[in-house]
T-cell receptor, first 112, second 117 residues
Framework: EAQVTQNPRYLITVTGKKLTVTCSQNMNHEYMSWYRQDPGLGLRQIYYSMNVEVTDKGDVPEGYKVSRKEKRNFPLILESPSPNQTSLYFC???????????FGSGTRLTVV | AQSVAQPEDQVNVAEGNPLTVKCTYSVSGNPYLFWYVQYPNRGLQFLLKYITGDNLVKGSYGFEAEFNKSQTSFHLKKPSALVSDSALYFCAVRDSVRDNYGQNFVFGPGTRLSVLP
């Protein structure tokens, strides 16, 4: 089944403790992206990637890192999480061009 | 840079009545327009898209959307609403003009649709 898989689905952590949210797609998509969803703000793009080793900042990149060492994987790294990063995170992937994104099921992160 | 507006936070409609969820956009090139739906505790699901051609686009679950270039709008419609259509709806735009790596995909803030029995 074609899908984007994120892990974990739920995560509660403490301020300053490094964490990684994994994302993997099995559709050979070139483009991958991370979004955060907050009430009243919709989805805001954190980082995106056009292909292996090619990444760029989205609208809200502060406090996040990404890497794209393999085409299928696009992990999101929070080096020192803070409470304002408590949010619902989505990974998405697509082919290049006029295609829409396929989304993962989301990761609900709480930083205390 | 491209942008998307969804002027209504909430739309309420009675079951069986037609529904419209509004979306307007701004891009520098030609727009690729999308509608997604999000059910509680779920990811976003693709409904339909406009790339080129016929201005009326048909999608999943009986939804359709009309592209209006002069009004820069892409409103989502359904002739007869179901209670099960109640969800959060997002309009999104992708600009055909590449900017840097050019694949920024911008979402509107979302409109919560409530279909009342």
């Amino acid at each position: 089944e074609a899908q984007v898989t994120q892990n974990p689905r739920y995560l509660i952590t403490v301020t300053g403790k490094k964490l990684t949210v994994t994302c993997s797609q099995n559709m050979n998509h070139e483009y991958m992206s991370w979004y955060r969803q907050d009430p009243g703000l919709g989805l805001r793009q954190i980082y995106y990637s056009m292909n292996v080793e090619v990444t760029d900042k989205g609208d809200v990149p502060e406090g996040y890192k990404v890497s794209r060492k393999e085409k299928r994987n696009f992990p999101l790294i929070l080096e020192s999480p803070s409470p304002n990063q408590t949010s619902l995170y989505f990974c998405a992937s697509s082919f290049q061009g006029n295609y829409g994104y396929t989304f993962g099921s989301g990761t609900r992160l709480t930083v205390v | 840079a491209q942008s998307v507006a969804q002027p209504e936070d909430q739309v309420n409609v009675a079951e069986g009545n037609p529904l419209t969820v509004k979306c307007t956009y701004s891009v520098s090139g030609n727009p690729y327009l999308f509608w997604y739906v999000q059910y509680p505790n779920r990811g976003l699901q693709f409904l339909l898209k406009y790339i080129t051609g016929d201005n009326l686009v048909k999608g999943s679950y009986g939804f359709e959307a009309e592209f209006n270039k002069s009004q820069t709008s892409f409103h989502l419609k359904k002739p007869s609403a179901l209670v099960s259509d109640s969800a959060l709806y997002f309009c999104a735009v992708r600009d055909s003009v590449r900017d840097n790596y050019g694949q920024n995909f911008v979402f509107g803030p979302g409109t919560r649709l409530s279909v009342l029995p």
